[in-house]
């Protein structure tokens, strides 16, 4: 992912800052606000080492307790304007209990899925100039449990939103940049990231080039990032696969999601 550094950048949901303060070092943009969900004294308790210090010197705003499915939490940007807001790596916390869980009636992957959506949904309509590129970019792991939400496909689905293509997300630009746990302080491992771009204002260029991989052509079977099919027989055997099961369970309950009108 390629940040341009005359872009107005907004991050959200930045754990321990170190992404926000990888790019307030290394890219100097034209502007920076971070945002983290955790109140300043949450993020100090949870994280040894955070970046909070470093960007108050350098004069970086920083918002706390930026809820990105509450409408109050982005007005709080008062009228500033971004042309790109970025979420890395997103993930539901854990639940305290199963009853906790119980009590959402939605399953694990909805949940996240519905928290990307808030947050496709409100960085285009409160924080996006609209005479700008109009960016909402997330960058997300190609492992289970992420590669199982259908991003590219459904996030959008009924929004006048156009999902424009991804990148490789590549650590090594975000020299500060360690990805943590959701819940704790500990350094996730690094694995392959992928960074997908939308905009209200449908195809546009851009400087950074996007890619659509071959799983969303028609010889696959892109819900599953399955494929190509070269048989009638290898396709049939897909459809009756236990991948594919489950991730028709995954669309029809997020498609029940969808149709309740909550967002």
Known sequence: MKLN?????LTVGDGDLSFSYSIQKYLKPKTLV???YDSEETLKRKYQEHAFDKLVDSKTPVLTEFDVTSPSCWEQLNQQQFDVVVF???????????????????TVNTLNRRLLRYFL???QTYALDKQGPMLSIITSKDVKPYCEWNLEQTLHQGLDITYLGQTDFEIDQFPEYKIRNVDRDKHV?????????????????????LQF???LSETHCSMCRAGPFLTEQDERAHWSSKKHKQMSRHEKTWQTFLESGEI
């Open 5 to 9: 550094p005359q872009w107005r950048i």
């Open 189 to 209: 491992k690094d694995t392959r990231g992928i960074s997908y771009f939308w905009s209200s204002k449908g195809q546009l260029p851009l400087p950074v080039s």
């Open 121 to 123: 949904v409100y960085s």
């Open 88 to 106: 890395q790596f997103p993930l539901i916390p854990a639940f305290a209990s199963h009853d906790e869980f119980k009590q959402n009636n939605l």
């Open 34 to 36: 971070a945002s983290i």
């Open 213 to 215: 991989p071959g799983y």
